[in-house]
């Protein structure tokens, strides 16, 4: 099968076939992912908090946005690969072609999102120009946490009305597909109907063109509890700590390794090589 295009993510809203993307941040998440048959992965910012362990998205680099968009296109032979602009990397409409070139070119990636409404509408309009496909996200974005928080977003009247126009002028400005993210389910369901680019949610209801979730959310590979907007599809952290724990218990009991394990030599050359240190 061919690599999946921009025109066949926008296809598929056309034709009204829900579009499931999940995030991928390596060369073996992005095998599995492909085996699983999704159409479009995200090598999406949230890396700098599940993959190395930050608080928040905002410390993650143009650098290693590069690395493991690498890694996944390595793994990847069919899925569109989007991949996340970091925190103020696309600034100013130059930022944005930087970090865009260093991305697209050294990544290898097939389209890049970037976070916020009318504000960044001259760098997608530029990136877009250029030939670089652009996602936009609306809602609940995570590197404008400190302004407005993880909840959320859009519920009275006013935020609701510049949701729906933010989502009309990235449509215009190019953007090929929008993620909404934690907004109430009945603002998303309409903003859908409005715009013919897919809207993509994540904690936005059914009504979209599709879901985004993050990998480890979907797998169950995490400590504590998980974000509301996340449905755990199974409990791989459970037993990704049986298993380690086993190991660790069968090499403590000298259980593991056994022959099955193990290679063998000739004893005659064993014991002549033992009499010769005696
Ligand atoms: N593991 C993981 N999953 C994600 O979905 C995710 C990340 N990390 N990191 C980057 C952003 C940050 N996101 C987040 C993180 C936390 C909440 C959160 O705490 N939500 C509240 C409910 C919000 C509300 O209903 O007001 C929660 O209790 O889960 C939401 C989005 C989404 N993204
Ligand atoms: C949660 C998704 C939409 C994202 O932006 C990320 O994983 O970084
Ligand atoms: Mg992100």
Not at 88 to 116: C, F, N, P
Not at 207 to 227: A, N, T, Y
Request: proline share 4%; net charge negative.
């Amino acid at each position: 099968m061919r690599r999946m295009t921009v025109a066949d993510i926008r296809k598929m809203k056309a034709e009204k076939k829900p579009i499931a993307m999940i995030t991928a941040y390596d060369y073996s998440s992005a095998l599995i992912a492909e085996k699983a048959g999704v159409p479009m992965l995200l090598v999406g910012d949230s890396l700098a908090m599940v993959m190395h362990g930050h608080e928040t998205t905002l410390p993650v680099s143009v650098e290693s946005m590069i690395l493991h968009a690498q890694m996944v296109m390595r793994g990847s032979k069919q899925a569109l690969i989007v991949v996340d602009m970091p925190f103020l990397s696309y600034a100013t409409e130059q930022d944005a072609v930087h970090a865009a070139r260093r991305i697209m070119q050294e990544g290898g990636g097939h389209a890049l999102k970037l976070e916020g409404g009318v504000e960044v509408v001259p760098m997608i309009r530029r990136l877009t120009e250029m030939g670089v496909p652009v996602m936009g996200h609306l809602g609940l974005t995570p590197q404008s946490q400190h302004q407005i928080g993880l909840r959320v977003q859009a519920r009275d009247e006013q935020a609701a009305r510049k949701l729906v126009e933010d989502a009309l002028t990235l449509e215009k400005a190019g953007a090929f597909a929008i993620v909404m993210e934690v907004v109430p389910a009945e603002l998303a369901a309409l903003i859908a109907r409005l715009v013919s680019i897919p809207i993509i949610g994540i904690g936005a209801g059914a009504g979209c063109d599709g879901q985004v979730q993050v990998w480890h959310d979907v797998l169950g590979i995490f400590d504590g509890k998980s974000p509301r907007h996340a449905k755990r599809f199974a409990e791989i952290g459970e037993m990704m700590t049986k298993a380690v724990a086993h190991y660790v218990s069968d090499v403590e009991n000298k259980s593991f390794p056994t022959s099955a394990q193990s290679a063998t030599m000739n004893a005659e050359i064993l014991a002549e090589i033992e009499r010769d240190y005696r």
